[in-house]
């Protein structure tokens, strides 16, 4: 079964850093390209960042990010981070990692590009 499992949710202050997994299992995440989304409360999902593979690693973030969040992959354990750094209360909301099955060395925004999705972590913002 092809699974995607997110982690590293929880609590933190303003200004300080989370690091969020996304840990598949059934296939084999550095063959694709990998999203991330997150869903305030009240609001739509939309896209925060995605990795996918040309030669070597490419990212693509939301502006509202760029600069402070950092996508990254270890195939070896079969994982995508994303380092949350300068974190902000706008930040707050779950957040789904994805799987596009379709591509990997293409970067997609949409979320009716990606095929597998997990089931979310929060995160929560404090002042």
């Known amino acids: 079964e092809m699974q995607l499992v997110e982690s590293g949710g929880g609590l933190v202050q303003g200004g300080g850093s989370l690091r969020l997994s996304c840990t598949a299992s059934?296939?084999?995440?550095?063959?694709?390209?990998i999203g991330w989304f997150r869903q305030a409360p009240g609001k739509e999902r939309d896209w925060v960042s995605c990795t996918g593979i040309s030669g070597t690693e490419i990212t693509y973030y939301q502006d509202s990010v760029k600069g402070r969040f950092t996508i990254s992959r270890d195939n070896a354990k079969n994982t995508v981070y994303l380092q949350m750094n300068n974190v902000k209360p706008e930040d707050a909301a779950v957040y789904y990692c994805a799987a596009d099955l379709h591509r990997s060395s293409s970067l997609a925004t949409p979320e009716h590009e990606y095929d597998y999705w997990g089931q979310g972590t929060q995160v929560t913002v404090s002042s």
């Open positions: 059934g296939f084999s995440l550095g063959d694709y390209t």
